[in-house]
């Protein structure tokens, strides 16, 4: 029993940081209907400018707001200079560049910090609580609740805002939103400053837990079945998307075989693909050949 | 033909036919020919190294492009496919003591079958759902390598002895450099009249446009599985080669970043062309061990450059694709054919 709350804690948490970094994925795909493999790398370049800013002698606070306003620019500078360019061209090419746009983003990380892992300063409290009658350790709590603030935040965001509603109708139909007065450009801007901005906060929750090093950007292949689970374009489903990924790994990790645990999420990947390729809540758009 | 000619035109079937069209390109075929045998003679150890990763390197890269390129269909599972043409040979030659030309040809059968089971996806899915589809074989496979111990030997390096052909041990980057080359040359062969057969027509045909080549009669269940099934052909014998040239065959040697390194190598080079497969192999070997050796050569100078080495290798190869994609996403082959162009009609300018 106390192993079985252990494992939902630790899944719960894993999965946490997976809807977080997913949000950011299905963000871009929602609004541009790009397939951002750089995820990680944005994951990456968040746990390290907030590594940074805290070796500056920066107060946590400031030094995640820093990281959030750097990842905004540098979202708006790749979608300026990367991504506006390859509008209308083919998804080969539109991958490639993104494959290419992480390579770039961890060399220039690498060149920087180096590849030796780094401990993250300490500001999410440690130590452990029970439950159950199993001791979980505070920050992964910790996890899950940053990330239902965060993902909660969002749907406000989309439901709400002018802005998000904008993304919204951008992403259900460009030349309708055109039409309506809404700047296609400035929503893809900001589609990508907001995945950024995801991602600072999964870089951080990641970063607390594994360190920081260049595995931070390992995180966002499994992204991947959480998206296609959830449904590429909807953002509750990278919240059960990745619950049901973290679940899934920790419990085969601790019921039958670690090595196992690493390659279940694209077994169930290739099985959703086969039977459910638009995912538990994605619009049913796909292509059928 | 008159250098006042101002197009090439063809007088007969068997000339239309024919591969090569014209004085200059049989000319620049010599001098090719020329250059890729004199190459072993005047490389340092090095670089032969490097002259036998490209060759090996262009073997697969134009199986990826049979794929990719020709056919349309993205693959992310081009490392999982090598390591399954380098394990079946190795295993095949290692364990069960068969000659080395049947485990290298027991590894392209492999290889064949294993893509065409994971080319299955590709009956229902395209473009990017294809992409993550095939990014999963690739974990899959990998997956099975290192835990399907009794067979792979796991994450343990599987070591391979030197085969012998025509009594010549082949233990040296020299003499593999022949063998290497012969393979090369015969898969260039081989991709550029497949292209010229029904089968690579229909390949093309469902890349432009897949109802449209249903419409006029082409089976695209059965010739996208023989897509992959005939690209990943190509891949394994590049697999078996890897294997018996290295003498070691271990998982590390076949992660994503090979997939992604083959990709870039079709992109850089041209997609859907096997002259390009063979350029863009050239230039994602090439500059890469050029890096290192500049690197190397400035240690004592600049020793920032040699530390942080693979940081810059990584930054550059990602500043290589996304420049290739924004500004020539046709590749080093359009560059090459803008360039004879030029040069054709001077002082024209079309």
Same mark, same amino acid.
């Given at each position: ?5 252990q ?19 299905a ?7 790009v397939i ?12 390290y400018?907030i ?5 500056f ?19 708006m ?14 998804p ?8 290419g ?7 220039i990380?690498?060149?920087?910090f *180096? ?5 993250? $300063? !300490?500001? %999410?409290?440690? &130590?452990?609580?029970?439950?159950a /009658?199993?001791? +979980? ?14 993902l ?13 509603i ?6 259900d ?8 007065g ?11 400053a ?10 951080l ?9 260049g595995?931070?950007? *390992?995180?966002?292949?499994?992204v991947? $079945? !959480?998206v %296609?689970?959830? &449904?590429?374009?909807?953002?509750? /489903?990278?919240? +059960?998307?990745?619950a049901?990924?973290?679940?899934l790994v920790?419990y085969?990790a ?5 090595a ?21 809540f994605?619009?049913v ?5 | 033909?008159a ?16 591969l090569?069209?014209?004085q ?34 262009v073997?697969?890269?134009?199986g ?10 993205i693959?992310?599972g081009?490392g ?9 040979s190795a ?6 003591g ?8 027991a590894?392209i ?11 299955l ?33 796991g ?17 040296t980057d020299?003499r593999?450099?022949?063998v ?20 690579g ?7 432009d ?32 080669l ?6 070691i065959?271990t ?10 390194l ?12 096997v ?7 050239v230039?994602m ?17 600049l ?8 940081a810059i ?7 290589i694709?996304?420049?290739f ?13 803008r ?12």
């Amino acid at each position: 029993m106390t192993t079985f709350v252990q494992l939902t804690v630790t899944g719960l948490a894993n999965g946490a940081i997976l809807a977080l970094a997913a949000l950011g994925f299905a963000l871009i795909y929602k609004a541009t209907g790009v397939i951002n493999f750089a995820q990680g790398a944005f994951l990456l370049v968040g746990a390290y400018t907030i590594f940074a800013a805290v070796g500056f002698g920066l107060h946590w606070s400031l030094a995640v707001a820093v990281a959030v306003v750097i990842a905004v620019l540098l979202g708006m500078l790749i979608e300026r200079l990367v991504l506006r360019p390859m509008i209308g061209e083919s998804p080969v090419a539109v991958i490639m560049v993104t494959i290419g746009l992480a390579s770039v983003l961890q060399g220039i990380v690498q060149v920087f910090f *180096g590849t030796r892992p780094q401990r993250m $300063p !300490v500001f %999410i409290p440690t &130590g452990g609580a029970q439950l159950a /009658g199993a001791t +979980v350790p505070t920050e992964r709590l910790f996890a899950i609740v940053l990330a239902a603030v965060v993902l909660g935040a969002f749907s406000l965001f989309f439901t709400r805002s002018r802005h998000g509603i904008a993304m919204r109708a951008v992403a259900d139909d460009q030349q309708a939103a055109l039409t309506m007065g809404i700047s296609v450009r400035r929503v893809f801007a900001m589609a990508w400053a907001l995945a950024a901005v995801s991602a600072v906060l999964g870089g951080l929750l990641v970063a607390n837990i594994t360190g920081v090093s260049g595995e931070v950007a *390992g995180f966002g292949l499994i992204v991947f $079945p !959480v998206v %296609i689970l959830g &449904g590429l374009d909807s953002i509750p /489903g990278t919240m +059960v998307g990745g619950a049901i990924i973290g679940l899934l790994v920790q419990y085969t990790a601790g019921y039958l075989d670690g090595a196992l645990s690493q390659v279940v999420p694209y077994i169930v990947l290739v099985l959703i693909l086969m039977v459910r390729p638009y995912g538990l809540f994605g619009e049913v758009r796909i292509e059928r050949v | 033909m008159a250098a006042t000619a101002t197009g090439i035109y063809h007088r007969s079937y068997r000339s239309e036919l024919a591969l090569r069209h014209t004085q200059a390109e049989y000319a620049r075929l010599t001098l090719a020919a020329a250059v890729v045998v004199a190459v072993p003679f005047v490389a340092t150890p090095y670089w032969q190294t490097v002259a036998n990763q490209i060759g090996i390197a262009v073997v697969g890269a134009i199986g990826l492009n049979i794929l990719t390129g020709y056919t349309g269909q993205i693959s992310l599972g081009q490392g999982g496919f090598l390591a399954v043409g380098a394990y079946t040979s190795a295993i095949l030659v290692e364990r069960l003591g068969a000659p080395t030309l049947v485990g290298v040809v027991a590894a392209i059968l492999m290889t064949a079958a294993v893509g065409a089971f994971f080319g299955l996806p590709a009956l229902r899915l395209k473009g990017l759902y294809l992409a993550i589809a095939t990014l999963a074989s690739q974990f899959i496979i990998l997956y099975a390598v290192r835990n399907w111990e009794f067979v792979t030997g796991g994450v343990q390096a599987l070591v391979v002895g030197t085969p012998t052909l025509f009594g010549f041990e082949l233990n040296t980057d020299f003499r593999w450099y022949w063998v290497i080359l012969a393979c090369a040359a015969a898969a260039t062969v081989a991709g550029t009249n497949l292209f010229r057969t029904g089968l690579g027509r229909a390949f093309m045909a469902i890349r432009d446009q897949d109802i449209a080549a249903e419409a006029v009669g082409v089976n695209t269940v059965t010739y996208k599985v023989l897509a992959f099934a005939v690209s990943s052909g190509f891949v394994g014998l590049a697999g078996a080669l890897t294997a018996h040239w290295t003498t070691i065959v271990t998982w590390e040697r076949f992660t994503l970043d090979v997939s992604i390194l083959y990709l870039a190598m079709i992109i850089v080079g041209g997609l859907g062309s096997v002259s390009g497969s063979i350029y863009g192999a050239v230039f994602m070997i090439v500059v890469p061990a050029w890096i290192t050796q500049v690197a190397q050569d400035l240690r004592g100078q600049l020793s920032f450059l040699a530390r942080e080495l693979p940081a810059i290798q990584l930054g550059v190869f990602g500043l290589i694709i996304i420049l290739f994609l924004i500004f020539e996403p046709r590749g080093l082959a359009r560059i090459w054919h803008r360039m004879k162009d030029y040069v054709r009609l001077w002082p024209f300018r079309y």
